[in-house]
């Protein structure tokens, strides 16, 4: 049954996904359909090809257009629970880990990036008057590079006063800058010294983990300016890879190629304390002020006071984390927990 949009018949292959350069979701997405070969149509938010597309529920970038259990075609948001809905789909070259162990830690790096990484990703972009310039000048020439330049100009500064104004929701402000800056320093040598050991984090072959710290790496050592200078300086490794997960399609993945919950190594194990540190005790802080109905999230993070408003959708994140350990066999649990001890991420379970 042809689902006709314009010319786009949305019915068959290729995939439709809309999405934005600056949008760090919207390249993780992007980048685990190449990397898997999944057939795709990348369509930008506000081009002439977007428009008459379905539109989701909830207007966040990216969307997968699929077809849902009435056969329609409708728009989905929501990177994670996407990225286990085309594992179901597409055959593969999948990034989920198939020892449920190393699975639920791909998961829990994966929240961290979405999550906590992404504080660095909003701060250093709309923080900095250098950074704020170029986004304001760069981001709305990615919707469209053919507009009239007053209309440009003008989209850039309406842009950035919307984020600037955002910032407190993500949670960037006075006293939280310094954390997320000395986090997003600490995320960089940890992460190089992990990649060190291995081509990609959860080992010779990427995980959901890879995509997502891709994702919010790509603005932040790819494209603004303060961040990008600290990345260079600090771990030129990272960047380079970066530059590779981009587009992964011609890697050649060993079935075997995750790391064994056997051999997990110290370099891994740092990166689940960095996790540990900050973003715990935030999901903690954040979720206590959400049952408390209080207007404010207060707790210390890295020994520092972190003050910001709850944020309702990270309540759900904590959940699921909680969700997928019990899920779990009870003989995996305990090499979970095992895993993780001494880490900080423990405090998660209570
Ligand atoms: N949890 C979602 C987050 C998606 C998200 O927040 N996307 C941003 C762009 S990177 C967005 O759409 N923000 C609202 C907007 O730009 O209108 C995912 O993983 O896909």
């Not at 597309?53 to 948001?77: F, S, T, W, Y």
Request: glycine share 8%.
């Amino acid at each position: 049954m042809a689902q006709f949009v314009g010319r786009f018949d949305l019915h068959s292959a290729p995939l439709t996904i809309v999405g934005a350069e600056g949008s760090p979701y919207s390249r993780k997405l992007r980048g685990i359909l190449r990397y898997r070969r999944i057939p795709h149509h990348w369509v930008t938010r506000g081009s002439p090809e977007s428009h008459g597309l379905p539109k989701p529920k909830v207007e966040l970038l990216p969307q997968l257009l699929l077809a849902g259990a009435d056969g329609r075609v409708e728009a989905r948001v929501d990177s994670t629970p996407l990225i286990r809905e085309l594992e179901a789909r597409y055959e593969g070259r999948c990034v989920v880990p198939t020892d449920p162990v190393i699975a639920y830690l791909d998961a829990l790096l994966e929240d961290y990036a979405d999550e906590w990484l992404t504080k660095a990703m909003f701060h250093y972009r709309w923080a900095y008057p250098t950074d704020i310039a170029k986004a304001a000048a760069i981001l709305p020439r990615w919707f469209k590079t053919n507009a009239p330049e007053a209309d440009s100009r003008a989209a850039g500064e309406v842009f950035a006063k919307r984020q600037i104004d955002r910032l407190w929701v993500v949670g960037s402000n006075p006293t939280t800058g310094p954390v997320i800056e000395e986090s997003y320093e600490r995320l960089l040598t940890l992460l190089d010294a992990h990649l060190t050991t291995s081509r990609f984090v959860m080992g010779s072959r990427p995980g959901a983990a890879d995509f997502a710290l891709y994702g919010q790496l790509t603005q932040l050592v790819g494209f603004d300016p303060t961040s990008s200078a600290v990345a260079l300086a600090a771990a030129p490794r990272v960047v380079a890879w970066v530059d590779l997960v981009d587009d992964l399609s011609g890697v050649e993945p060993a079935e075997d190629g995750w790391l064994s919950r056997a051999e997990v190594p110290a370099t891994l194990r740092a990166l689940f304390t960095e996790i540990g540190r900050v973003y715990v005790p935030f999901l903690l802080g954040n979720a206590e002020a959400l049952a408390n109905g209080s207007e404010r999230v207060e707790c210390t993070i890295a020994e520092r006071p972190w003050v910001q408003r709850p944020f309702p959708y990270q309540g759900k994140c904590l959940t699921w984390l909680r969700e997928g350990r019990e899920g779990l066999s009870v003989g995996d649990r305990a090499a979970v927990d095992a895993l993780l001890e001494g880490s900080g991420c423990e405090a998660l379970f209570g």
